[in-house]
């Protein structure tokens, strides 16, 4: 079980964590992000779950959970900003990851543009949502799923080459409420600086990511591209470098 006063007894934070909604059981912690606004949730609400049982990933994907193990949560925001700061939300998500988990001596890579990566490994995931209204980003929900203290016996058998938790790596058990608040300690200055502070965002996140000026295939749609990864663009989008031209690209998949 996750105990939402240790969360909250390690937050930093003004307004994110500051409300706390924990479920033993739910079926999706951004489906229910997105319910709670009706009932009059603030900006910064948590939804937290011990046992996500049918997870949301990027592209209709499911993401799988062990209960009592890894963390599932979605946090709730209300930016009031540009529309095209969109694609910075994963970003800023992963980067906050990377940022809390070197409080634990463990170095997460940042694959673009929201895949967390150790030890050549997935041990995390980001989906973010959002809806606009007039010409104003209104509503966001951030949803990540982070592997923690599962073991290999955890993971579905199709999973078990190419996924990891925290505890595989580093042979350590991990308290998953300091864990979740670190994230969001980082997060909350991230999310509050923008749009000023995107410089710094690509600077630290081109730091963190395991693939920069690396060839990769780019999963665009149908096509398959190939290039070099070269930075992140304005709106937090992919610069490819393909047969010497600069492409970028505003979704997509990278392998």
């Known amino acids: 079980m996750l105990f939402t006063n240790l969360v909250q007894a390690n937050l930093k934070t003004r307004i994110l964590g500051q409300q706390i909604e924990y479920y033993t059981r739910l079926e999706s ?19 937290v779950t011990d046992n996500q049982f049918s997870g949301k990933g990027r592209a209709n994907r499911k993401w799988s959970a062990a209960p ?5 949560f979605s946090l709730l925001l209300f930016p009031d900003l540009d ?16 940022k809390a988990l070197l409080n634990f001596d463990t170095d997460v890579r940042l694959k673009w543009p929201n895949d967390l990566i150790l030890d050549a490994k997935k041990v995390g995931g980001i989906l973010c949502e959002s809806k606009v209204k007039g010409n104003k980003l209104k509503q966001v929900v951030i949803g990540i799923g982070l592997n923690v203290n599962e073991t290999i016996d955890d993971f579905d058998g199709s999973l078990q080459s190419t996924a990891t938790s925290l505890h595989m790596s580093t042979d350590k058990f991990y308290q998953r409420e300091r864990v979740l608040a670190e994230i969001l300690n980082a997060l909350e200055p991230l999310f509050e600086g923008l749009p000023n502070n995107r410089d710094m965002i690509r600077t630290e996140w081109e730091s963190a ?36 031209q600069e492409n970028r690209f505003y979704s997509g998949e990278i392998s």
């Open 29 to 47: 912690t951004n489906s229910e992000a997105w319910e709670i606004i009706d009932e009059g949730a603030k900006s910064g609400a948590l939804v």
């Open 68 to 72: 009592d193990k890894s963390l599932t």
């Open 83 to 98: 529309p095209n700061l969109s694609g910075w939300f994963p970003i800023i998500s992963g980067l906050s990851v990377q």
């Open 209 to 244: 990511c395991g693939h920069m000026n690396e060839s990769v295939q780019f999963h665009h749609g149908d096509e398959i591209v190939e290039g070099i990864f070269k930075s992140l663009g304005e709106a937090g989008s992919a610069v490819l470098d393909i047969n010497g």
